[in-house]
Every structure is written in C-alpha cells, then in structure tokens.
C-alpha cells in the first residue's frame, strides 16, 4: 500500500472512530441530560415551543406590551373624561374642590371626591377606572393635578370666547379689586355683538398687579391683548370707574389707550354713576338721609335677635 493511500484510510478510521463515540453520546448521555430529541421536557422541545411562540405574534412581548399599553390608553382617556365632567360642574356651579379632611377614613372628604365617587358609583365603567381601582400614581385627584385641569378648562373657554368674538370690534370694561390675601387685581370683561347682533358679555380674566398705576394697568392690558391676540385698533369703547388712574383727563388709563385708538370713547360706568348720585342727593336731603336711617334700622334690627325676626315676620303677615 502506498503512503498516501494509508493515510487516507487512516483519516477514514479516525472519522468513523470520532462518530461513533458521538452517537454514543448522543443515545446515552444527552437523554440522561435532558438534549436529546423526544423527551417532554428535553431543551429541543422547548427550543422548539419557544421557537413557534416567536412565529406566534399574539405571544410576542411587544403584542403584549402594546395590548397592555392600549388598555391603559382606553382606562386613561375614561378616567380623565369622568374626572373632567365632575370639574366642569363645580366650575359651573362657583363651588369648592377641596375638603376639610380628604383621608380616606373622613365621612366627608370634600365636594370634589365625594362628587366623583357618587357618579362612578351610578357609572359601571367609571368605577372600573377611578378611586382605588385606579394606578396608585395616576389617580389624578391630587391638588396638583386638579389646578392643572382647572387652568385648562379656563383655556379652551377663553379660546371659545375668542373664537365667537372672531375679527369683531369690542369694548374693554375693567375693574380693580383685592382677594382675601389682600392682592390687587384687576377683573377684565369684554363686551361685543356676536354675528347674530345679540350684545355678549364674557369675563376673561383677573390679572395680578402690584401696582395699580395707569402706566402699570396699561402694561398689563398689552400683555393680555398680545397673549390672547387682540388688537388695540379693534378696541372701540372702554368702561372704568371714576378713579383717577383710571379715567383721568391726561395721564389716566383712558387716555393712554386713547392714544393708541382715539376710537376707544370712554364711558362712566353707570353702576357707580348712580352711586355717587344717590350718595349726594341723600346728603343734600335730610328727608332722604332720615328714611335711610330708618330703612337701615328696619332691616339690622330684626336681624340682630331670632326672636325680634320672628316677631317682626308675625306682625307683618
């Protein structure tokens, strides 16, 4: 035999030594491992289940994750719409959100809660979403959360405001007043003709001034009318009381808008117009002065005493 022929039937031996111990192996050994193929519980069958979950998108973790991620969505969007519907009736009706005791054990946790609790309880899917049965850190009835929704319930109904007032020319009506923190504010109103000729009337805001100087006051006007996209050159009346920051002759809010627009004519405010002529003609007239002394006695001394009420209804029935 030649030298090269007995090296390749030394290879050949090798090879068939080599495979035979493999499939030793692979009968006796990866059973007893728990690889071979057949076994319930062996890695090629789990490899192989695994394998089909993977072709299986239903099984996949991004499906879960994003069915997972859509119910929060759908919970999210009916708790937000439940929570927004009880905000908006106590903005309707003037009333307070907050409670003197909001634990969980108080019998009167406030108007808010005890508001929203009554209508997910007449509501199947709102109680599904809301109170306890909600995300400990997406309950959304937390202070924070709730001057958020408030501001922007205040938002969508000034952009409604604006939107009905549109390209129209209107009035500017202001008045200032302080809070109980003793802050000075200025109340703004507008007043127009909306496209069915009917005189509308909307508070827009209260703005906080430090100081009420007219130059101040002016200040605050042009900020609100760039924030809100109003024009000065649209403005075409403007109602103040009698103050002299506000009306005066030369240096008065009035004229510093005049100005700008000497369309905006300013009117007297009427309210306070007929205040101050029914002040002076009460002092100039002891009969008037005497009949609102005994009108205001009337009134303050029946109020003073239950009793003395009473009696008082009595006789006058």
């Known amino acids: 035999m030649k030298r090269g022929d007995r090296s390749v039937v030394v290879h050949r031996q090798l090879v068939n030594h080599w495979w035979w111990q493999w499939e030793l192996v692979g009968d006796v050994m990866l059973p007893e ?3 071979g193929d057949g076994g319930v ?8 289940i695994q394998f089909e979950g993977f072709k299986n998108q239903r099984q996949s973790v991004e499906y879960s994750f994003s069915s997972g991620k859509h119910e929060l969505e759908v919970a999210y969007r009916k708790r937000l719409t439940s929570i927004l519907k009880v905000i908006q009736f106590l903005l309707l009706q003037g009333l307070p959100f907050r409670g003197h005791d909001e634990s969980l054990t108080s019998s009167n946790r406030g108007i808010f809660l005890e508001l929203l609790k009554w209508y997910s309880s007449k509501c199947p899917e709102v109680v599904a979403v809301v109170g306890m049965n909600a995300p ?4 959304m009835i937390a202070p924070k959360i709730l001057k958020q929704l408030v501001n922007a319930c205040a ?4 952009n409604a405001i604006l ?3 549109g390209d129209r020319w209107f009035t500017l009506l202001l008045d ?3 809070d109980c923190s003793v802050k000075e504010q200025m109340i703004v109103v507008i007043r127009y003709a909306n496209k069915h000729g009917e005189v509308i009337e909307r508070f827009m805001v209260v ?3 430090a100081i009420t100087t007219a130059a101040c006051l002016k200040e605050a006007i042009d900020s609100l009318f760039a924030k809100y996209g109003l024009s000065v050159a649209r403005l075409r009346g403007q109602g103040y009381d009698g103050a002299s920051n506000m009306s005066g002759e030369f240096n008065g809010l009035k004229s510093l808008i005049m100005k700008e627009n000497p369309y905006a004519l300013y009117v007297h405010c009427f309210a306070y117009q007929l205040q101050l002529v029914v002040v002076a003609i009460a002092q100039a007239n002891q009969y008037i002065c005497d009949f609102m002394w005994i009108v205001g006695s009337i009134v303050n001394t029946p109020a003073s005493s239950c ?9 006058l029935t």
């Open 307 to 315: 009793k003395k009420g009473r009696q008082t209804s009595i006789t």
């Open 207 to 209: 703005v906080h001034v």
């Open 33 to 35: 491992m728990g690889l």
């Open 41 to 48: 519980d062996s890695a090629h069958n789990e490899a192989r």
């Open 155 to 158: 938002v969508e109904t000034t």
């Open 176 to 178: 200032e007043a302080h």
């Open 136 to 139: 400990g850190n997406n309950q």
């Open 163 to 165: 939107a009905d007032l």
